[in-house]
């Protein structure tokens, strides 16, 4: 299915009628509430609001529920919209009563005292407290780790802190990039940073990672994705244009975009990437075009419509991006996506087809459609697989990026419907006793040592080889909000509220079920806390969805078969 208001050839009326196409308007998430009012700006906030000035590390807030009865009447009116992804036969209470937790107030102080600050400014927060340990890189603040402590602090009305890492990350862009003599993009973002101070000169320095230092040597791609998504929910959270609009953040976006929309020798509209280049940053055998990147690439690229200025080189990256979306949007929703019917037919794919009449467009061998997938695959649901290209498509989940499609409206309405459906079907494969499942299966023996190097971080069900990541629990919670199923992200909470304070926060869980703290992870990890927040706090008020989610396209969709090539 292909975005609809651009003709086959990719010529349109107006640039700004292209924008319009993918634009999202704050009343599409108004539906979210019982009364109208203007998302995210001027909201009756329930947490308690300090200016930054104010800010204590051992200040907590206080719980964030304004009173049951207002909690019930916003989850009585969301569950009763209509919703083109929500199913009539679940069996969920019409109200839903918010108690304080106790978590909620360890979570703040843990996230506070998490804080770094750059010459008296908070600019982030660190990785992980753990001081138990060889602390490596978690003393460092990661661009893709902030994003939640970034969503936490806009949903509690501290803006501040994220405004400073996005000045502060924008700055570190421009400097040179080298990596044993071999420059790198001028557009790339780091993967993370640290403040240095000089206790003799009383002096404050930042030192950057852009892949340096990191293992394997792997820049991030992701990490300039997930800027300009950040750069987009501070605009939407506080109204304030003013900031992406600074030529600074204007060119920054162009340079990101310059990386990711050139042209070269690929015929796909997919990104290329490395394995390591993303969250799973060790090598787990996603190089090609990992579901992660390619979703982040079509977020990024809508919330860039909305930011970019409609100037002389503003114009021209907003051509190249309605272009791209348009054969992105196709691509994915059709050779990624899978489902009972689409696995029954690459079932009986032929091989060796050749001409513009192939069926198996990418050679895609029936043989090696692993066992485990015939009987993960219910009957009804679906997902989009790990990677797809030339005689090789990996069926693995991906949590972030299903997650991210729904989320960008990449996923049609059906299709995020049925990744819904699926998470339901298959809930002790994707959730168990912890939430949640960054991929699934787990790779193992042989195959093991092939795909990760011998990597002994990614044995079987642990770290990025099926480990438990409760960062995750905002994603699929937000992914819960956006198709009207709020009841699954409380099921999956409820299970996370039952051990992450217990277990001090870890960054990840062992085990086919979660059941096992991660054998190598941190505790205190504040990605961890930051997303438990996030997800408590959008289901307390599901206008905050509007900060991280985009409508599907305005204009209707029209079906698209499958045509004899791709981009036609």
Request: proline share 5%; hydrophobic share 40%.
């Amino acid at each position: 299915m292909a975005l609809m208001g651009i003709p086959k050839n990719g010529s349109v009326r107006s640039l700004e009628a292209m924008a319009a196409i993918f634009e999202i308007d704050d009343s599409d998430f108004s539906r979210l509430l019982d009364k109208p009012k203007p998302l995210n700006i001027e909201r009756n906030r329930s947490f308690e609001e300090k200016s930054f000035s104010d800010l204590s590390i051992n200040l907590s807030p206080r719980p964030f529920y304004r009173n049951s009865e207002n909690s019930s009447r916003i989850f009585d009116h969301l569950e009763n919209t209509y919703s083109p992804c929500r199913r009539s036969s679940f069996n969920t209470p019409t109200s839903q009563s918010f108690e304080p937790h106790p978590m909620v107030s360890d979570a703040w102080d843990a996230l506070r005292r998490s804080l770094v600050y750059f010459r008296g400014q908070p600019v982030g927060t660190i990785a992980a407290l753990d001081q138990s340990g060889e602390e490596l890189n978690y003393d460092q603040v990661f661009v893709r780790d902030f994003v939640p402590s970034a969503l936490a602090f806009l949903m509690n009305g501290e803006p501040e802190i994220v405004k400073n890492f996005l000045l502060k990350t924008l700055r570190l862009q421009s400097w040179e990039k080298k990596v044993d003599n071999f420059k790198l993009g001028e557009g790339v973002m780091p993967a993370s940073f640290k403040v240095l101070h000089d206790p003799v000169k009383n002096f404050e320095t930042i030192v950057a990672d852009f892949g340096e230092c990191a293992i394997g040597r792997v820049a991030p791609i992701d990490s300039g994705f997930w800027w300009i998504i950040l750069l987009r929910a501070y605009t939407k959270s506080t109204g304030d244009t003013s900031l992406a609009e600074m030529p600074e953040c204007q060119k920054g976006m162009r340079l990101i975009l310059s990386l990711c929309l050139s042209e070269g020798f690929d015929t796909f509209p997919t990104l290329l990437c490395a394995d390591g280049c993303c969250m799973i940053d060790r090598r787990m055998g996603v190089y090609g075009y990992p579901i992660e990147i390619q979703a982040l690439f079509f977020m990024a690229l809508r919330c860039a419509l909305f930011l970019l200025k409609q100037d002389n080189e503003g114009k021209e990256f907003v051509e190249r991006i309605v272009k791209r979306l348009h054969a992105l949007s196709f691509h994915m929703r059709n050779y990624f996506w899978l489902d009972l019917k689409q696995l029954n037919d690459i079932y009986r794919y032929k091989t060796e087809e050749y001409s513009h009449t192939a069926v198996n467009k990418f050679n895609v061998m029936p043989d090696s459609l692993p066992d485990w997938v015939f009987d993960f695959m219910p009957t009804r649901g679906g997902y989009f697989i790990g990677n797809v290209s030339p005689a090789r498509m990996d069926f693995r989940w991906f949590c972030l990026g299903n997650c991210i499609a729904i989320l960008s409206s990449m996923a049609t309405p059906e299709q995020s419907s049925a990744i819904m459906d699926l998470i339901e079907e298959r809930w002790e494969e994707l959730v168990g006793e912890m939430p949640l499942k960054i991929c699934y299966p787990a790779i193992e023996s042989h195959e093991w040592r092939i795909v990760t190097g011998c990597d002994p971080k990614n044995t079987r069900w642990s770290y990025h080889n099926g480990g438990s990541w409760p960062v995750l629990l905002w994603l699929l919670t937000a992914a819960c909000v956006k198709t009207g199923r709020p009841q699954i992200a409380r099921r999956a909470l409820d299970l996370a509220e039952s051990r992450l304070l217990k277990d001090s926060w870890p960054e990840y869980y062992d085990g086919k079920l979660g059941r096992f703290t991660g054998k190598q992870s941190r505790k205190f990890q504040t990605w961890s806390i930051a997303g438990y927040l996030v997800a408590k706090m959008m289901l307390e008020d599901p206008s905050h969805l509007g900060m991280v989610a985009l409508e599907e396209d305005k204009q209707k969709n029209i079906l698209m078969k499958r045509s004899v090539s791709w981009n036609c």
